[in-house]
């Protein structure tokens, strides 16, 4: 048993071990003034505030929640939690939740009762489709809903409303995940899983912090190091994170040339003889295209355009043609950059090329951002159809139509359905007049704020906003409704390698707060939505219902549940899709047998052109990929057409931070996390601070052509002309209405042409000195935050954030 302070150490106690061994249990635990032997009762859940789904059970006492600890027999975290598990979820008894619904009445947020709340929505709903129809209905939700509530809304908006106007905060962080995934298999579903950290010999993680934004699975990657014949890292990040500090290669490109840095490592792979010429010749298609593509990019020119040295280039292309279990992963540092899509997708073929993918140590995870991300692609709830059908596909459509049993005509779209810019663009021309957000807050999240802010305060759109918390995006909404938050009702969740849990109601939401499922469930029944015979379309009532429903949608799909029920789950601890009679306890890791789910009428999606995005027909995808081979796509770099000048010298990039999740609507009212990260920070180089006559904390200006925000400098190991912003923090927690804090006020309105994830992390800035510090920036020591500083004190969170491993 030991105490450990787990903001300053967030990452715990070493427990290594070997190649092919089990990662050993450590359970950790953290309790609020409550003695162990004082719980009442322990309440199975697993964590939504990233996307690792470490399982956890909650402390009750007093019908209250009280603490939590993980579940040592969860193959996701052998039980061990990380600082936003073990803190975060004291947010749920914030003095400051939503608990009546709220109506605007003469400019004015004003408490009312449910029924007048919902007649509302509905006059308001009803009024539109007579007047304007379907498309003018749209729906934003979130990646912290369960999978339940996301059907729901899926059915509820697409067969009942009848719009295509769906999406999720998700295309903010994972949309170029799924697109990536089927560029390549012509399916979303992570081929890899965690598991795959305990064979790798090389472990390859391309924009991604794990260390900060799942760190339970860095804490398996340090157990790894830290034993017998640790793996090789290999880590692409232009800030100096916790991976790179540990990498055995350090590749920091300036941002925007991701694809010019892959062309170059399968350059050196396909020149070392590292390709698996009879995995290519039986598993794919496209391989000749990628050799003669990626031979006009040799380290030297490479370098050039990154940035990096050439000779580290080589050495990372040796390491990825020598391994031979490979393990990668992708996140923000490739979604959110330029040619998102094309630079994840050339990881994708690194895998292919290397025929390493279905054996343990082999896979690549296209990470996802939010903890319930899959499931909004699963069930429908943003871009894509459910059951991952095809939307493009007739027989898809048909299919789930039959599902639904509304005619097939209902669903059929011109188009793929709306992403969240797009439907910003429709609200400004006041063609969207009705947009429903749920658990999400846009106006801090979402590109440009300035125009967001202009959007949603619109005369003409009228904006219902779900969410346990008066958010920014609350306060501009003609109504609010009071959402039940994760603990206070049950749902299921799947993590980024196809993990299903269940999560367990533990205590009553406050006042009259409704979960989500419910909130939509009586919408469906206000409406009176009808299928095709003239009965109820929704016809669940309970979580469990509604997951019964979800599985008969699933069924025959890559993403089947069909083995899956909720007394199963809440008897084990997390099981893998796809689950069903041929996979009765899951599938741990797919294409294991070179079969993949990209056959022509079966495949989620034909394919794009990277560069531009043009949808691929499904003549020429049959034509081009007829026997449902793995595709191998080559793609040229080019520049992006925003970068660092004359007047903007500086090349701006945004993030997270270990200690806060999203818009910090919870994290920050959990005092330990909050403490560890109160204030917005601006990370600059040494060699830029010294040239701009910067020091540690003092007051920045930094302006890019949108806008301005202010915040204290931490001089920080970052890569020379690059700054680093993260951007959890908006306004609700701050008195004065200066629009200066959030990230977002900085940030474009650009996307990925195939992915359509908005580009975070590229934008031209410069800085300005405003004053001089009084004391370091608020930002935390730990982490890629870390000063260069010896004087700065390190973060720590004291006797508060003690927490017991054992």
Known sequence: MRRQDRIAEPWGTRTPYGPGDTWPVRTDMYLDGVDPADVDRWVRSASVLHSNGDALDIAVSDGRMVGVRGRADDRINRGRLDPKDLFGWQANGSGDRLTRPLIRRDGALVETDWDTAMAAIVAHSRALLRADGPSSIGFYTSGQLFLEEYYTLAVLARAGIGTNHVDGNTRLCTATAAEALKQSFGCDGQPGSYTDVDHADVIALYGHNVAETQSVLWARILDRLAGPNPPAIICVDPRRTEVAAHATVHLAPLPGTNVALMNGLLHEIVAGAGVDHRYVEANTVGFAELRDLVAGYPPERVAGICGVAADDIRAAGRILSGARRLLSTVLQGFYQSHQATTAAVQVNNVHLIRGMLGEPGCGVLQMNGQPTAQNTRECGADGDVAGFRNWANPAHVAQLAGVWNVEPERLDHDGPPTDVMAMMRLAERATLRMLWVSATNPLVSLPDAARIRSILRRDGLFLVVQDMFRTETAECADVVLPAAGWGEKTGCFTNADRTVHLSDKAVDPPGDARSDLDIFLDYARRMDFRD??????????????????WKRCSAGRPCDYTGLTHARLRAGSGLQWPCDDAHPEGTERLYRDGRFWSAPDYCESYGKDLLT??????????????????MIKAAPYTPADETPDDSYPLALITGRTLYHFHTRTKTARAAQLNAAASEVWVEVSTADAGELGLGE???????????????????????????F???????????DSGHDRAANELTRTAWDPASKQPIFKLAAARLRRIAAGDGPAPAPTVGASAPVAAEVPATTGGRAAMVTES
């Open 532 to 549: 095709r015979d003239d009965r109820p379309l929704v016809t669940w009532t309970d979580p469990e219902t509604a997951f019964d429903a």
């Open 613 to 630: 995005g043009e949808p691929m027909s499904a003549d020429d995808y049959r034509a081009y990929n007829p026997d449902g081979k793995a």
């Open 697 to 723: 904390g003092d007051l920045v200006e930094v302006s890019t052509r949108r806008g301005t925000v202010r915040a204290r400098a931490r001089v920080s190991g970052i890569r020379p002309g690059v700054v």
């Open 725 to 735: 912003l993260p951007f959890h923090y908006g306004y609700w927690d701050v008195e």
